[in-house]
């Protein structure tokens, strides 16, 4: 099977700079993903790793090593907008090698203080 | 603007009683997906579709069931077999090539009591 882990709750101060760990395991692996969700709405896409190394995107940045099964996401810049729950995903052959439904971890929820 | 929408937003039933869910996407994406939230909770997988007419199961499947006899369209069947219920149910399209990020609808948060 497939898991994540990523830690509950981070809380921040504006301006500041947060990274938000996420380990899995998994039977094959094809990228990791990262979404936000705010209280009641819908996950949106953020960024996408497939090869070692870090991705930027404006003030979020997103790392990964797949020889370590680790990755992260780094907000820069940090807002009061950033107030939110943030999710790793992984892209996995699962049971079935054709799947290609992602599978999410739990969920860190960031609160950006003033 | 193209995009998924679910209905109702807010959905009651009584224990027992079945209740579909509504997912339409007018992105014109081959894939879609059922997953449900529980509070301060990840999202699960409950059923996908990589293209019309078919669908698997996913982490949870059971107590639920789909079709998929529109590329458009993927409802979603909470039966009375479905222990818990009560949940945040999210459903999510994409164009299934790839990787292509998952695109989600606004959900339907479902009480039944």
């Known amino acids: 099977g497939q898991s994540l882990e990523q830690p509950s709750e981070v809380t921040a101060v504006e301006g500041a700079i947060v990274q938000i760990n996420c380990t899995y395991q998994?039977?094959?692996?094809?990228?990791l993903s990262w979404y936000q969700q705010h209280d009641g709405g819908a996950p949106t896409f953020l960024s996408y790793?497939?090869?070692?190394g870090l991705e930027e995107t404006g003030r979020f940045s997103s790392f990964l090593s797949r020889s370590d099964s680790y990755g992260y996401l780094l907000l820069q810049e940090l807002q009061m907008k950033d107030s939110a729950s943030y999710f790793c995903?992984?892209?996995?052959?699962?049971?079935?090698?054709?799947?290609?439904?992602?599978?999410f971890g739990s969920g860190t929820r960031l609160q950006v203080q003033p | 603007d193209g995009g998924i929408t679910q209905s109702p937003k807010y959905l009651f039933r009584k224990e027992g009683q079945n209740v579909t869910l509504s997912c339409e996407q007018n992105?014109?994406?081959?894939?879609m997906y059922w997953y449900r939230q529980d509070p301060g909770q990840g999202l699960r997988l409950i059923y996908y579709?990589?293209?019309?007419?078919?669908?698997q199961k996913g982490d949870i499947a059971e107590g639920y069931s789909v079709s998929r006899e529109k590329k458009e369209s993927f409802p979603l069947t909470v039966t009375s077999a479905q222990k818990n219920p009560t949940a945040f149910y999210l459903c999510?399209?994409?164009?299934?090539?790839?990787?292509?990020?998952?695109?989600f609808g606004n959900g339907t948060r479902l009480t039944v009591t």
């Open positions: 995903a992984v892209r996995d052959g699962g049971r079935d090698t054709g799947r290609r439904a992602l599978t």
């Open positions: 999510a399209s994409s164009p299934g090539q790839g990787h292509s990020p998952l695109h």
């Open positions: 998994t039977s094959g692996f094809y990228g």
């Open positions: 790793n497939a090869l070692d």
């Open positions: 992105l014109n994406h081959d894939a």
């Open positions: 579709s990589q293209i019309v007419n078919d669908f």
